[in-house]
C-alpha cells in the first residue's frame, strides 16, 4: 500500500491557462529557453479537499467481488468498466457529500488509474494528439511524439512499481507470463477512452532498461477523407488503392518507421465493401475491430517465438478459412518474407506492411537477401510507399506496379503540386489484374468513377460509409452476380 497516491504528485501547481482537459486530467504545455516544448500533465487541483475520500476508495480496492465481476476472461478494457461503475457507486453514496455528474465520472476515471497504478502515464495514454510516448529507464523523463508540437519531453520518471503494474496488465491481457530469458513483452491496452501498442524490453535484453513504446492506436481512427484532408494522399490515388482493394489483388504499403503505414491500412479496410471476410494475423493487434458494426472479420494472434503461434502455422490454416482478403500485419523477418510469398503464390491476396528505406532497396532486400525469385514479386500487384517529413508530416510518396523480372512502374509520385499521377491508369498492369476480376471496362468505370464520387462528395459532408454502402450495392447487387457460377 502506498504510503502517497501518484495523484497527489499531480495537483495542478501551474499558472498557466491550460492546453486541454482530459477528464480529471489538465495538460500543459510549454516551450523552454531551447525552444523544446514540454507536455505537462496534472490533475485538477479543486479536487484536493477529496483526498481523505479517494484515500479510502483507493484501499479497499480490488475487492473480491470487483474481480469476481471482472470474471476469469479478463481483459484490461473490463477491469476499467467494472471498478470504474464501483467507484462511481461509492462515490454518489458518501454522506454529507454532493458531487455532480461530471466530477463523479473524472473521480471513477482518476481513481482507476490509481488503483491500477498508472496514474502518472494515463494521460499520455488517454491524449489521442500523443502519437507515441518513450520511457528510456529510471533515471530520464518519459518524452513523447505529439501530432501537433514534434517531440515533447515530460516531467515523468517512472519508478519500478509502475513498470511492474504495467507488465502485470500486459501479462494478465495475454494469459501469459513475459519471458524474461527473452527480456520483451508486446501486447494491447485498451478502455473505452484510449488504446495503445506497448512494447518493453527489460534486461538481459535491454542494458539499462526498461525501455518501453506506446503507441497511440486512437479509439477513433484516421479515415481516408481524414488522410486526404491532412494532404497524405490525393483523390485520385485514393480511388486507385481502392479499386486494387475492392477486386482483392495485393497492396504492400512500405515505408520507414513512424511514416504512417498502419495508419493508411486500416483506412483502407475500413473502405472495403461490406460483404468482404477478412482474416488477420498479427503479432499486435493494430486493426480495427468492427464486428459490432456487421463486418466479417475473424483475428488471429501470431508470435515469431512460439512454433505453434507463428505466422507460417497461421497461414496454412487460413488456407481453410476461406478469406476474401488476408491482412498479414507486419512483414518482418525472414521468416514471414517466405510465409507472404507463399501466401501470394497459394492465391492469399490483401493488406500487409514492411519496413523500408525506399522501393527499389526493398526490392533489392527481398532478392538478394531473402531469396525471392523476381518472377514472383509480380504477385505484390502494388506497393504505396510512405515518407515522413523532417517536421513530422507522413504522406505517400508514391504509388508503385510491380511489372515483368520484379521491375517496378510508377503509377503516382509526389511532386511540389502533392501526389501527381504518372501515367493513365488504363495503361498499367494492374488495370488488365482489375478488369480479369471484375470482368468489362464498364464495370471499372462504375467502381473507380464511384469511388471517386464518394470522396469527392465526402470531402464536402461527413457521407463516406454511407455512399461506399450505395457503390458496393450498385457494383455488387443481383445484376453483377456471376450466372455461371452464383457467386459474387
Known amino acids: 500500500m502506498r504510503s502517497i497516491l501518484y495523484l497527489e504528485t499531480m495537483f495542478d501547481d501551474l499558472d498557466d491557462e491550460p ?11 510549454q516551450r523552454d529557453m531551447r525552444g523544446r516544448y514540454r507536455y505537462l500533465p496534472r490533475v485538477d487541483a479543486q479536487y484536493i479537499s477529496l483526498l481523505p475520500y479517494m484515500r479510502e476508495i483507493y484501499s479497499r480496492h480490488p475487492t473480491k467481488d470487483d474481480l469476481i465481476e471482472v470474471g476469469e476472461d479478463y481483459s484490461f478494457s473490463k477491469l476499467h468498466q467494472v471498478l470504474r461503475n464501483r467507484i462511481s457507486m461509492e462515490l454518489s453514496g458518501i454522506n454529507g457529500l454532493t458531487l455532480l455528474d461530471t466530477d463523479i465520472d473524472r473521480l471513477s476515471e482518476l481513481l ?29 523523463p518519459a518524452y513523447l511524439n505529439h501530432q501537433r508540437f514534434g517531440r515533447c519531453e515530460t516531467d515523468v520518471i517512472v519508478r519500478r512499481e509502475e513498470v511492474d503494474a504495467l507488465i502485470t496488465h500486459i501479462e494478465l491481457h495475454k494469459g501469459v507470463s513475459i519471458n524474461y530469458s ?36 486512437r479509439r477513433k481512427p484516421y479515415t481516408l477523407i481524414d488522410l486526404i484532408r491532412m494532404g497524405t494522399l490525393s483523390i485520385d490515388a485514393a480511388a486507385f488503392i481502392l479499386s486494387v482493394a475492392w477486386t482483392r489483388l495485393n497492396i504492400t504499403i512500405a515505408g520507414e518507421v513512424n511514416t504512417g503505414k498502419t495508419t493508411l491500412l486500416n483506412a483502407i479496410d475500413m473502405a472495403l465493401p461490406s460483404h468482404y471476410r477478412k482474416i488477420y494475423i498479427e503479432e ?20 515469431a517465438y512460439s512454433k505453434n503461434l507463428s505466422k507460417r502455422r497461421q497461414i496454412t490454416f487460413t488456407l481453410h478459412r476461406t478469406p476474401d482478403i488476408l491482412v498479414f500485419g507486419e512483414v ?39 531469396g525471392v525469385s523476381p518472377e514472383a514479386l509480380r504477385d505484390l500487384d502494388i506497393i504505396v510507399f510512405m515518407k515522413r517529413s523532417l517536421r513530422g508530416e507522413r504522406y505517400v510518396e508514391g504509388v508503385y506496379e510491380v511489372v515483368e523480372d520484379g521491375r517496378i512502374r510508377t503509377v503516382f509520385r509526389r511532386g511540389p503540386g502533392g501526389l501527381e ?19 468489362n471496362r464498364e464495370e471499372f ?44
Open 19 to 29: 492546453y486541454k482537459v482530459l477528464g480529471p486530467f489538465k495538460i500543459y504545455i
Open 112 to 140: 482507476f488509474w490509481e488503483i491500477v497504478g498508472l496514474t502518472r502515464l494515463a494521460p499520455l495514454m488517454m491524449d489521442e494528439e500523443v502519437e507515441e510516448v518513450f520511457i528510456d529507464g529510471f533515471k530520464s
Open 182 to 217: 527473452r527480456g520483451n513483452l508486446e501486447s494491447e491496452l485498451e478502455t473505452r477512452n484510449m488504446r495503445m501498442r506497448i512494447n518493453i524490453d527489460l534486461e538481459p535484453l535491454a542494458s539499462a532498461g526498461p525501455y518501453i513504446i506506446m503507441r497511440n492506436l
Open 284 to 303: 499486435a493487434l493494430e486493426s480495427i475491430d468492427m464486428r459490432d458494426r456487421g463486418r466479417f472479420q475473424a483475428f488471429y494472434r501470431a508470435d
Open 332 to 370: 518482418l523477418t525472414d521468416d514471414d518474407v517466405r510465409t507472404f510469398f507463399y501466401s501470394l503464390s497459394c492465391g492469399l491476396k490483401g493488406l500487409q506492411t514492411i519496413h523500408a528505406r525506399s522501393v527499389d532497396s526493398l526490392l533489392r532486400r527481398w532478392i538478394l537477401h531473402h
Open 421 to 439: 499521377k504518372v501515367m493513365d491508369i488504363r495503361d498499367t498492369d494492374i488495370y488488365g489484374k482489375i478488369l480479369s476480376e471484375l470482368g
Open 445 to 488: 468505370n462504375t467502381l473507380y468513377n464511384g469511388l471517386v464520387k464518394c470522396i469527392e462528395d465526402s470531402l464536402v459532408r461527413d457521407s463516406f460509409s454511407q455512399r461506399l454502402e450505395e457503390l458496393e450495392n450498385e457494383l455488387f447487387g443481383e445484376e453483377f452476380i456471376d450466372v455461371r457460377t452464383g457467386l459474387y
